[in-house]
């Protein structure tokens, strides 16, 4: 059997096995693969050598040939509408924190499905990005050197687009899922970058000035890291807004192709 033969058995393989794993859980999502190559090659500098540190004396040759899975789990319906959502006229911020709750929930769950996946095709979980960090830094550039980027993965692994927002979009769940990613040296059909689909929409955009005005920001990712210390002291226990999320779901261009 030839490599691409090979690849496109070990992909079909790996498709069967993740959706037998979110029908075990009774959750819904999506599963891509992406060239280890060409997300090493968008990744911040900082993240590069994080790459590098995971992976040791295995670098050059995934560079050469290898994969990095990426798997979405999507939020269960109605947890969107319960962001910024409004209780005599001020935000009802406990109903907020079970959307910070469920965000809990899902990283949880998929870090242990890329474990069971990395234990499966012989590679090595990268986990969901946690919350509990933006207290400790002192500006969001600390924080790019802690991970690699899953929205990175996701896009050149070809499961959507990239938002205004600078979040994952698909073309089912918008960008109401959650991401961990998985990487190994096994032959894999890569999927492929999609382009932006957004257009001429401002949902994400109407809903934040943060993402309205980041061009005049010396960077609006620091706005959002300090909106979410905001949020806590009002009770919101995880690193979470969702504000972006939920203009996506509800109100974009495409709320009536989504569907949670």
């Not at 998985?182 to 401002?202: A, D, N, Q, Y």
Request: overall charge negative; hydrophobic content about 35%; proline content about 2%.
């Amino acid at each position: 059997m030839n490599r691409m033969n090979h690849a496109e058995e070990n992909t079909r393989e790996l498709s069967e096995f993740f959706h037998q794993l979110l029908q075990e859980e009774h959750e819904r999502g999506v599963i891509g693969v992406a060239s280890f190559t060409a997300v090493h090659d968008e990744l911040m500098d900082a993240q590069k050598t994080k790459l590098r540190e995971i992976v040791g004396s295995g670098f050059d040759s995934l560079y050469d040939s290898g994969s990095i899975i990426s798997i979405a789990v999507a939020y269960r319906d109605p947890v969107i509408d319960y962001i910024d959502e409004e209780k005599n006229h001020s935000p009802d911020y406990p109903l907020w924190d079970r959307y910070a709750q469920e965000y809990d929930r899902l990283n949880q769950l998929l870090n242990r499905l890329a474990e069971r996946i990395a234990s499966r095709f012989d590679g090595i979980a990268l986990e969901a990005t946690m919350g509990g960090v933006i207290e400790d830094i002192e500006h969001v550039h600390e924080y790019f050197p802690m991970v690699i980027s899953h929205r990175v993965v996701a896009e050149h692994a070809g499961i959507g687009w990239r938002g205004k927002n600078q979040l994952l979009i698909h073309e089912r769940f918008s960008c109401a899922i959650r991401f961990a990613s998985i990487i190994t040296g096994v032959p894999l059909v890569h999927g492929t970058k999609m382009e932006s689909r957004c257009g001429e929409c401002t949902a994400c955009e109407d809903v934040c000035g943060f993402i309205r005005h980041r061009d005049a920001l010396p960077d609006y990712r620091e706005n959002c890291r300090r909106y979410m210390l905001f949020l806590q002291s009002k009770g919101i226990k995880e690193d979470v807004c969702g504000k972006c999320i939920k203009a996506c779901y509800r109100n974009s261009r495409f709320r009536d192709e989504f569907c949670l």
